[in-house]
């Protein structure tokens, strides 16, 4: 069955330090990917997606994420992360009109 | 242009009870679908329709009904609300199998 794992529920960053947040994936066939990001007490607003092309694809608020097949993972990242970054992250996996979810990871900000 | 609206944001209700949570979308999208999100539980499909007059069954859909008699409205029903109904309920709509759009979300206390 398809699933979607973000091993980590909690990630602590200083303001300005880079942020890798990671994402595995299972699923047959090639994926469609997406990540998500919620603010508190908001609805879920898209970062970025990867359907096929380069496997490093651009976002919003200067995200990226890099499609790896060879380890099932579309781990997203930012060099230099800003108090406004803190929120909860979603990764998802398209699966026939369907998004399949991962838990989330709650990014919470150090001045 | 609105994206997608939920009615009512924040409703209270006595076990038992019923309600009907509304969604609508103003992007002329085929699919629509609702979710429940609990904590640590990230987000759970509920139902979703790939059209107008069509309805499909998620991961999480006992306690719960749809309808989708208008393209862009998409109905939530819950007939007899319990308490493990509490959740956050987002609905979102997506023009065919790529990007959704989410709604702002209803918070849904059961007592």
């Known amino acids: 069955a398809q699933s979607v794992t973000q091993p980590d529920i909690h990630i602590t960053v200083s303001e300005g330090a880079s942020l890798e947040l990671r994402c595995n994936y299972s699923?047959?066939?090639?994926?469609?990917l997406f990540w998500y990001v919620q603010s508190p007490g908001q609805g879920l607003q898209l970062l970025l997606k990867?359907?096929?092309?380069d496997t490093l694809v651009q976002g919003i608020k200067g995200f990226e994420a890099e499609f790896k097949r060879s380890q099932s993972s579309f781990n997203l990242r930012k060099p230099s992360v800003h108090w406004s970054d803190a929120a909860e992250y979603f990764c998802?996996?398209?699966?026939?009109?369907?998004?399949?979810w991962g838990a989330g990871t709650k990014l919470i900000i150090k001045p | 242009n609105a994206g997608v609206t939920q009615t009512p944001k924040f409703r209270v209700l006595k076990t038992g009870q019923s309600m009907t949570l509304l969604c609508a979308q103003d992007?002329?999208?085929?699919?629509m679908y609702w979710y429940r999100q609990d904590p640590g539980m990230g987000l759970r499909l509920i139902h979703y329709?790939?059209?107008?007059?069509?309805?499909a069954k998620g991961e999480v859909p006992d306690g719960y009904n749809v309808s989708r008699l208008k393209k862009q409205n998409f109905l939530l029903g819950l007939e007899s609300a319990a308490p493990s109904q509490t959740s956050v309920y987002f609905c979102?709509?997506?023009?065919?199998?790529?990007?959704?759009?989410f709604g702002p979300g209803t918070r849904l206390l059961v007592l």
């Open positions: 979102a709509s997506s023009y065919n199998e790529e990007t959704q759009y």
């Open positions: 992007m002329n999208h085929e699919y």
């Open positions: 329709s790939v059209g107008e007059g069509t309805t």
């Open positions: 699923y047959g066939a090639t994926p469609y």
């Open positions: 990867y359907f096929s092309g």
């Open positions: 998802a996996v398209g699966v026939h009109y369907q998004l399949i």
